[in-house]
């Protein structure tokens, strides 16, 4: 089976502690492009030996040899790959939060659904103890919905009282 070329976009600290060593011990994956608006972050890529170096991410989404998108920038910055990535029918993988407002995270999910995309967020503690934990009071506190000082209101939490938790 030919390798899946990766375009790594955003090729911080993250993307260079983890995601590219990552991808360059898989077989099945090359790492193609790197791509990020910070020279000096690219120069760091070299050793990673990409096939190709950008500043512009669209350049690395419509490449035809590119098949798969890492998108690794700060959440501020994901709509317009991801709808670059959904126009060019590229899966993804992104880093966690999805996003930095509920607004664009919904405009994430609108994109994903109506291209059909594969996609998938970097949720990579989820299976931890404590996040399992986490989802299990979380999930008591939905089956339990017993009035509890310090819950969440829908409305809004601006009057919950400080120190009520
Ligand atoms: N899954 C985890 O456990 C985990 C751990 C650490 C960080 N993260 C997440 O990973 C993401 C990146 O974190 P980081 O610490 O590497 O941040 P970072 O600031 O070091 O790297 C982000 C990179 O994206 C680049 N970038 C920004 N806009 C761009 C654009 N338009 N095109 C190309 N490149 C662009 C920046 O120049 C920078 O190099 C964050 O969302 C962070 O929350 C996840």
């Not at 390798?3 to 993250?14: H, Q, R, S």
């Not at 990552?22 to 099945?28: A, K, M, P």
């Not at 089956?143 to 409305?155: L, M, N, S």
């Amino acid at each position: 089976m030919k390798p899946l070329n990766f375009a790594v976009i955003g090729c911080g600290l993250l993307a260079r502690q983890v995601h590219l060593p990552n991808l360059r011990s898989i077989e099945e994956a090359e790492v193609h492009t790197c791509c990020d608006l910070n020279d000096a972050n690219l120069e760091l890529c070299k050793v990673f030996e990409p096939k190709k170096y950008t500043r512009d991410f669209h350049e690395a989404i419509t490449d035809p040899e590119v098949d798969v998108l890492l998108v690794a920038t700060t959440e501020a910055f994901r709509v317009p790959i991801i709808e670059a990535a959904a126009a060019a029918q590229k899966p993804v993988y992104c880093e966690k939060p999805l996003a930095d407002t509920l607004s664009n995270a919904l405009a994430i999910e609108r994109l994903v659904e109506q291209s059909g995309i594969p996609f998938c967020v970097g949720h990579n503690r989820r299976c931890s103890p404590a996040m399992m934990e986490a989802r299990e009071i979380f999930t008591s506190h939905m089956r339990d919905p017993a009035p509890r000082a310090w819950r969440f209101e829908r409305d809004g939490v601006d009057d919950m009282p400080i120190g009520n938790n």
